[in-house]
Structures are given as structure tokens and as C-alpha cells.
């Protein structure tokens, strides 16, 4: 996924944030997504609202060890560099197979947090 977002985001340059960067934002937000999509539907099958807010410590570790790994693995590690030259050998139909599972994968994640949200919400009116 990071590879994909990454080219994606390579064909845009920006003066002040890098292509690897802003990549590994756009990763690190749809995890993020992803975990309060998680802690949503633990709240819908154990019937009890839990409230999601900045001052919620159990937030923190979670959030943190995302953003940490982020930032070590595409910022400052690079590793990912590698990677990126070994996919760019792939042919271009195996490129276009990832670039669809990439897309649904990220439709799939935005999609689950907003139904997960609109779920929150029916609870919360129950």
C-alpha cells in the first residue's frame, strides 16, 4: 500500500513535504481510521458507548506506537527505498492488480470508519 500511495503522490511534488512523507501520512491516517473503526464495533457488540477523546489516555499507546512506527520505518530508516525499486521491476499488469487491491483497500478502510461512526451513533441514540 505504501509503494502505490507513494507514486501516487511522487507525480504531485511538494516544496515542503516529500512524496515519502506525505505518504506515509496518508498510511498512517487510514491505520488510525482503521483502529477507531476496531474500537467502534467493540462497542457496538458489547452494547456500551465507549467515548473516544484526545484526553482518553488508552488512546495513546496505540496512536503513538502507529505514528513511531511511521516515522521510523518511511522517514527515517530507508529502507523503504528498496522496496520501492523491487516493485518499479514488476510488470504492468502485476502493477495494475496491486493498484486495484490498493484502491479497494482504501475505499474498504474509509468506507468501514464512516459505517462504524454511523453505527456509534445509532448506539448513542439507543
Known sequence: M?????????????????????????LMFLEIWMLISIISYCSVIIQERIILRVSNPVLYPLVLAIIGSKIYLFIYSHDWKNYIEEFDQLSKSKNRVGSIIVLFLIIFIIANFFFSINLMHRLAKL
Open 2 to 26: 505504501y509503494y502505490k500511495l507513494y507514486k501516487l503522490w511522487s507525480k504531485n511534488e511538494n516544496v515542503f513535504i516529500s512524496a515519502n512523507t506525505r505518504a506515509a501520512l496518508s
